[in-house]
């Protein structure tokens, strides 16, 4: 055991000699550099922007006080119900397994679904013509429809609504087709004058080769049961068998008139002249149970919701008829709750199930609408007005106005929800007009009167600018306002409503007859040749001005009205891109007029929208779309181009629209201030024109412009970083001395000012120079790089072993002359301080030195780092420490050698 104690210890003894001679006094890395970067690159994907927002929307009002939302797509938050037939009519509908394809008076024919919109089909067009005279059934079966018409005709439509076959037409084509049924592969037609003809479903080439029953009594309808068919005349039947066998005529007695036949499952519906209502079987028949459904008026249709396409939670019928009178009934033919007026009143000539309702289709309107269950209008509008009639709404100040008959006005929301109770101006004239001018509303009354009122619509002021003369229409320019007097005076008003310049009035030779009553007025602000165009009715006809701003009395006697002489009527609506005008008027008809007040020829000079329906209010949304709307509640969205972009829906309960004002949110996506002013008060000039912001856009590094964004303009976007607006550059980012820690004069690409600071990319930016007192130095201050204009300083640290600062006093002092400058524990010795320890062992002793009691080589002092264990400052130690140790180790190894020979 002692000689293994003697060799551990020489050998731990070595390796401490070892290791205190090769100590590595290099310094570690900083932690920040010896980690692994854990965040990854800069995004580089796209970021789709949607520049419609979900406030964005158009307001339509007009007669009855009705008011509707209408969204930026120009689809109506709560419809009234849907156009069809190109305005064609409806004479006849039919519902089959892939929608409801509706007939109209001439012919055509439309697919649409429960919705009413238009089923996409594989024909060129989702609306066409066929037969070549009125329509007057459509039948399902099979794999399609039949349809037949007035020159007796028939023809084959697919389940899409696509033509399956041409025309096919009966011997005797002076004929008129009354209707059609399908049974196992063969149709069942029927003429007006009771002659019947089988024809193969996939061959319908022998209408009329097949006479089954040739000069029976004037037939009503024909339907199916099981293998038959039930052929009724006004007062009787005959049944007829798949092949063609004929009954003997049943009676079922005089006076029915049956006016309609249909059947659901084993049940025949039967529908009279005097709005009566029988349901029978078969097996019943011919005893009948007339019930009364419509009080005396005709039944034109009898629909069961128990369709194989329908999913519904109720099992009734429904009668329709005349005079938007509908009724329910029950399986047994028992009248449901009281006779309904729908559909505005107008003859209905259509009906169809829906999963929770039903849909109606309106004879003349050409249009349909969604009933629910209890034959309730869905989307039915309130009204908002007291009944009274709105005339004119415009947007402003985060709100709208909408005034009207009876001196009322009314602030609503954007979203068209009321945000005021109904008020009235104290003369109670009608009000025709109003708009926005950045800060204020103004309204022209019948009598006169301009109203001023704020956002809130309290009253600021009124005016009488020309006399008694009622005010037809006005317009904001951006500067000033441009009142129309229904007698064609004019005059021009600045903000405050007050005139300037004498009254003038619009004599242009050819229009001096022109009838301002109801008149348009619309300014191009937008455009850089800014004018108004005013436009009124001569003889019933339109006419149309122009209105210069800078011209004496607001006149400019060189405009002569455009060749619109293929303009049906007067000019009742215009709205306005801002660089060119769309007119619109009776029969549905619109123009585009340039700032020269040519009629546009770019395409159709002239189209007809809306079905036919009047157009009576215009109004573009700033970028892309027009919406338009007139009677009957009629509205739809244009391209700027004027070409429709949907068909037409109905609003406010098919009551005529009168107005319409876009409401978007506060400013709006890329647009030209077409109104001269935007939602929020105020245009932004841009390179070529001005455009409104979405939003106020603060903050000097933020724009709404293409050409500082690199984004859109009227998108407010931060300017890059390292740019500055150079039409705001006082506003945007003042350029600041680097020791300031202030801005460098460019936008840091957040929408923020760039502050000089220290980044990795080059030196620190110093902002206050190195100091030094007390025997302490402070270094150099740098801009801190997470705050902005604070400057950074380190944290004081001793001059030791100097003592004291340089002479200058931004440092240390590095050299010394005498003791007095270096601490305690020093020595100045060639020009350095040096620790008195390291003075000693170059003094020069090898021999091992007094242990001292901690074990040190410097007496009462111990070792040069304070403690027992190696010195790591006097390198002169270690060979003599060394030699001495390999000493010990030899006496031990050579006592135990010495040992083990006495034992």
Same mark, same amino acid.
């Given at each position: ?90 004479? +006849? ?28 089909? /594989? ?13 007057? %059934?459509?039948? +399902? ?44 592969? =063969?149709? *069942? ?52 068998? /798949? ?48 019930? $009364? ?22 099992? #009734? ?47 003349? %309107? ?21 009944? +009274? ?36 101006? #104290? ?25 001023? *009122?704020?956002?809130?619509? =309290? ?89 210069? =701003? ?12 455009? $060749?619109?002489?293929?303009? $049906? ?24 007029? /340039? ?8 395409? #159709? ?67 030209? @201030? ?31 412009? #293409? ?32 020791? /300031? @820690? ?10 923020? @000012? ?36 604070? @400057? ?42 040096? +620790? ?53 180790? *030899? ?13």
């Amino acid at each position: 055991m002692t000689r293994w104690t003697a060799a551990v210890s020489w050998l731990a003894c070595s390796l401490l000699v070892v290791a205190c001679g090769e100590t590595d006094t290099t310094p570690s890395p900083p932690e920040h550099e010896m980690e692994a970067s854990t965040s990854g690159g800069p995004d580089t994907g796209s970021v789709v922007r949607s520049l419609e927002g979900t406030q964005e929307n158009w307001f339509a009002a007009g007669a009855k006080g009705q008011g509707a939302t209408i969204d930026s797509k120009g689809r109506p938050a709560r419809p009234a119900g849907r156009y069809v037939n190109e305005g064609r009519g409806i004479v +006849a509908g039919d519902l089959g397994g892939e929608g409801w394809l509706m007939g109209g008076r001439d012919g055509s024919l439309n697919l649409i679904n429960a919705s009413g919109n238009s089923i996409e089909t /594989s024909g060129p067009d989702e609306q066409r013509l066929v037969l070549k005279g009125r329509l007057q %059934f459509i039948s +399902a079966g099979g794999n399609g429809w039949l349809i037949g018409g007035s020159r007796g005709g028939v023809q084959k439509i697919g389940p899409f609504g696509e033509l399956q076959t041409g025309v096919e037409t009966f011997p005797n084509s002076t004929v008129s087709l009354a209707d059609a049924s399908y049974l196992n592969g =063969e149709w *069942l037609v029927l003429s007006d004058d009771g002659r019947m003809s089988l024809i193969q479903d996939d061959d319908i080439s022998s209408l009329g080769q097949r006479l089954i029953i040739n000069g029976q009594p004037r037939t009503s309808g024909v339907t199916t049961v099981g293998d038959k068919w039930y052929v009724f005349t006004d007062n009787g039947y005959v049944t007829i068998q /798949s092949g063609g066998n004929v009954t003997e005529p049943i009676s079922l007695g005089d006076g029915f008139q049956i006016t309609e036949v249909t059947s659901q499952g084993n049940t025949i519906a039967l529908g009279n002249q005097s709005g009566e209502v029988a349901l029978v079987t078969p097996s019943n028949l011919p005893n009948l149970s007339w019930n $009364d459904a419509l009080e005396g008026n005709r039944v034109n249709v009898l629909v069961s919701s128990a369709r194989a396409e329908i999913e519904a939670s109720y099992d #009734e019928w429904l009668a329709v008829g005349p005079e938007g009178k509908a009724r329910r009934l029950d399986r047994q033919g028992q009248p449901l709750g009281s006779v309904a007026t729908v559909g505005r009143g107008e003859d209905l000539q259509a009906a169809r199930p829906r999963d929770d309702g039903w849909a109606v289709g309106m004879k003349s %309107f050409s249009a349909i609408q969604s009933l629910e269950r209890d034959l309730t209008p869905e989307g039915r509008a309130s009204d908002r007005f007291d009944g +009274a009639t709105i005339r004119a709404t415009a947007a402003g100040g985060g709100q709208l106005l909408a005034v009207g008959d009876g001196g009322h006005y009314r602030v609503f929301n954007p979203d068209g929800s009321t945000a005021t109770e109904i008020q009235t101006l #104290e003369s109670e004239a009608r009000l025709t007009t109003v708009a926005w001018n950045g800060g204020q509303f103004l309204v022209g009354g019948q009598d006169g009167t301009l109203t001023r *009122l704020d956002p809130e619509g =309290e009253v600021v002021s009124t005016h009488q600018p020309l006399g008694d003369t009622a005010i037809a229409a006005l317009s904001w320019s951006g500067k000033f306002w441009l009142v129309v007097g229904a007698n064609g005076d004019i005059q021009r008003l600045r903000r405050d409503g007050s005139s300037f310049g004498d009254t003038g009035r619009i004599e242009l030779t050819q229009i001096n007859d022109i009838s301002f009553e109801g008149s348009k007025i619309q300014n191009n602000s937008g455009s850089a040749n800014e004018r108004w165009i005013v436009a009124g009715a001569q003889d019933g006809d339109a006419a149309l001005t122009a209105v210069s =701003e800078h011209a004496d009395n607001g006149t400019d006697s060189g405009d002569l009205p455009s $060749d619109i002489s293929n303009f $049906d009527g007067p000019i009742l609506a215009i709205g306005t891109t801002g660089n060119e005008w769309l007119i619109g008027g009776q029969q549905g008809q619109v123009a585009r007029i /340039s700032t020269r007040l040519d009629v546009i020829a770019r395409g #159709e000079g002239i189209r007809t929208v809306l079905y036919g329906n009047a157009v009576r209010a215009i109004q573009h949304n700033g970028a892309e779309h027009y919406l338009i709307a007139g009677d009957r509640g009629a509205i739809q969205r244009l391209l700027f181009d004027a070409r429709p972009e949907s068909t037409p829906a109905a609003v406010n309960n098919f009551e005529d629209v009168r107005a319409l004002a876009w409401t978007p949110p506060v400013g709006f996506p890329p647009g030209p @201030c077409a109104s001269g002013v935007c939602y929020n008060g105020s245009c932004i000039e841009g390179q070529e024109t001005k455009f409104c912001c979405e939003s106020a856009c603060e903050g000097p590094c933020r724009s709404c412009l #293409e050409s500082e964004n690199n984004e859109a303009n009227g998108l407010c976007e931060p300017i890059p970083a390292g740019e500055y607006s150079p039409d705001r550059k006082e506003q945007t980012c003042q350029e600041t001395d680097p020791a /300031s @820690c202030g801005q460098t004069g460019v936008c840091d690409g957040d929408g923020g @000012c760039e502050y000089w600071r220290n980044d990795d990319s080059g030196d620190p930016v110093q902002c206050q120079p190195p100091t030094c007192s007390n025997g302490e130095v402070t270094g150099a201050g740098t801009c801190a790089s997470a705050d902005n204009g604070m @400057c950074q300083t380190p944290e004081p640290e001793s001059c030791d072993p100097y003592k004291g600062c340089n002479d200058k006093g931004t440092g240390c002092k590095t050299s010394c002359r005498d003791p007095q400058d270096c601490i305690t524990g020093y020595v100045c010795r060639d020009g350095t301080c040096q +620790a008195e320890s390291s003075m000693q062992a170059d003094a020069g002793t090898e021999t091992m030195a007094d242990t001292g009691p901690n074990g040190g080589g410097n007496g009462s002092e111990g070792s040069a780092d304070g403690g027992g264990g190696c010195s790591t400052t006097s390198a002169p130690l270690m060979p003599s420490f060394e030699a001495f140790a390999l000493l010990l180790g *030899l006496v031990a190894l050579r006592r135990s050698r010495e040992v083990g020979i006495q034992s």
